[in-house]
């Protein structure tokens, strides 16, 4: 096992431990409220495993110190991300010169990448399609839990704005941790292929 799963695991292993408690009702509290309180948790820990994981990634990435020429071109967007939002609305031709020079620069150096990752605070299936074509991973395998992490989403922001007319129910909490389960092993799968494929290279077919 790569160090870099190893630390994956280390770092969120106390999300499992939450899950299971999620499953017990706390004593004195009405069953409808806790699963109420347990679906925006459940969300939490869906989209804080994806973002700590591509954290510990990147982290992995920068200590490799990579040439722009030497990864493939997802990545290098993903790289320059920042440099991509001075081209919005209209540019002197002195603005552009200036992002070009800024953008040979950034080339020419070794790659750095921000640990900085945007989930639109709706880590829904699209996304998470959004995530996987920007790092290579394959999100066809993600199929059979998207529909149940879109509803966690959709409840949890209906929640979130004061709706009371989500009752959730214990069967659904179930099914939302079962998901989210499955969606962070799948995704932690992803992590390991990338690394061990060393997908972040440019191909040399």
């Given at each position: ?24 009702t706390a ?65 002197t031709f ?11 620069s950034r ?99």
């Amino acid at each position: 096992m790569h160090r870099v799963i190893e630390e994956i695991l280390i770092d969120n292993e106390w999300r499992d431990k939450d899950f299971a408690k999620f499953k017990i009702t706390a004593n004195d509290v009405d069953k409808t409220l806790w699963y109420r309180m347990c679906i925006p948790i459940v969300y939490a820990h869906w989209e804080g495993f994806v973002v700590n994981s591509l954290k510990t990634l990147i982290t992995y990435l920068n200590k490799l110190e990579l040439l722009p020429g030497n990864i493939n071109t997802n990545l290098i967007v993903v790289c320059l991300a920042d440099s991509y939002k001075s081209l919005s609305g209209k540019q002197t031709f002195e603005q552009r010169i200036e992002f070009t020079n800024k953008f040979q620069s950034r080339l020419a150096t070794k790659v750095k990448f921000q640990k900085k990752i945007n989930t639109k605070s709706n880590l829904k299936s699209t996304v998470l399609q959004e995530i996987c074509f920007m790092y290579g991973f394959s999100f066809e395998k993600f199929s059979g839990v998207t529909s149940d992490i879109d509803r966690l989403v959709n409840v949890r922001n209906s929640i979130a704005h004061g709706e009371n007319s989500i009752v959730p129910t214990e069967e659904n909490l179930l099914m939302y941790i079962d998901a989210v389960k499955e969606a962070m092993d799948l995704f932690l799968e992803e992590i390991d292929i990338f690394i061990g494929n060393e997908s972040y290279l440019v191909s040399q077919a």
